[in-house]
């Protein structure tokens, strides 16, 4: 079998001291379990800088999977990471044209660290391999490799939303950038609305076409676009949280919450997940709710995330502002209403206290998918299930209808669903957490994994004219190979 080569920004395979986590992220667990699979390596960033660049690989085995790493400039990091990346394209994808940076040498970074990343890689690429590249940091990445003649198939999965073609156009050099998604042969989002908007702009844009295949024409060349909603490892979630760590931690937290209901938010600290608006609702229903204000407490988790970035610093600031102001009225000797934190905690850990919550704020104003939705749910207790109260803007809203959905905007929603979510009986509960349990296992890290590979595989190789069996209609396709049945395995295998 072909071997599959994933590269994205970072590198981070699990590592168990860690409680199974090698960074901050879900995505860092399901690739390093798609490369164990499937054999490959995982190339990207060393996270670390040099004075110069010098192309050095450096490659390592860890938990069963090779890793090949390089390092970059400072100069790199400042323009690709920091610049474009962070400060240009994730604001914009999230909808912030407000804190979108449009400079010129953060594109032109963007560019030389691509190219850098696709002359490393090349040795390293065989006849046979199938490459799949990850996220907005890397989209030039295959017209380089193509540039410097592969031919191979490779495919591109974004996790963050593409955003309407109204934003897209604000971008200097949108069109190259959309022009370098067709060099790859697949091109995958988390949810159909991130297709259709992606359609739309090669539509109306560069004047693009469907064909009979449902591949997407436009620059003379073709790709297939598709959606393929990420998951979580949903049996080993419902499992780590039944080990000694998850259920001491979850004693713990119960010990301190006695005689309060705990509410739950993990995120990264970033102006995407809504957090100052999940204060300002949690505010709302701690004004509307006397009687409730001793008998809940908000428990936020937020590790520091690009923290060099201004706007995070901005936002940090703004959060520790709201969070003293509404302890500093709501508190009482023996307790506060909200206690927060910015570091990291085990995965482990994790599991204990998302299990120990009685609902979970989950309010992006715009996020890809959202995996601590499906988190939190895979760790719950099937007999006494906590509530998901879901923002409509999070990718998972698309698939978790059963939480209570909500507009992040809207302080009054947030209130009245935490008051829904703290009163609501235990059978409703276990028929909402049935349905989104039964997702969350179906549409698992598995599925998104072998859906993305099964049709990236079934892509003819560039120049070759000969067309490949009929593209299945991926909405039928990946519906069979969601399924868990043994002709889905099969069809995997
Ligand atoms: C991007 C897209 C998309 C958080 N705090 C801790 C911790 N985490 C883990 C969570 C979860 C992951 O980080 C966060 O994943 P999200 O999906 O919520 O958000 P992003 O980091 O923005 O991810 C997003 C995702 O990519 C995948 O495609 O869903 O839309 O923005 O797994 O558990 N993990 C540990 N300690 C923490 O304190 N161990």
Redesign the pocket.
Known sequence: MSRLIVVSNRVNPPNPAE?G?GS????AMALAAALREYSGIWFGWSGKTIPEFTGQLNMQRIEGVTVATVDLEETDYQEYYNGYANKTLWPLFHYRVDLTAYDRSFGEGYERVNKRFAETLLPLIEPDDIVWVHDYHLIPLAKELRRMGVKNRIGFFL??PWPAHQLVVTLPRHRQLVEALFDYDLIGF?TEESLQAFEGYVYSEVHGTKNARGELEAFGRRAQAAAFP?G?DADDFASIVKGETARKTYDRMMAHSVFRKMVVG???L?Y?KGLEERLIGFERFLHDHPDMVREVMLLQ?A?LSRDEVEAYQDLRGRLDGLIGRINGAYAEMDSTPIRYVN?????DE?AGVYRAAKAALVTPLR??????AK?YVAAQDPEDPGVLILSRF??AARQMKDALIINPNSPEEISDALERALSMDVSERKRRWEALFDNVQREDVTAWRDNFVTALRGRPEAGDEEAPAPVRSLDVASKVLRAKTPEAKAMRA
């Open positions: 409680g986590e901050v992220g879900g995505l996790h963050i988390q990420i979580v993990v995120d990264r970033d995407s988790i590790p570091r990291s905690y085990r995965r994790l996020d890809g998918m959202n995996l601590v988190e999070a990718g």
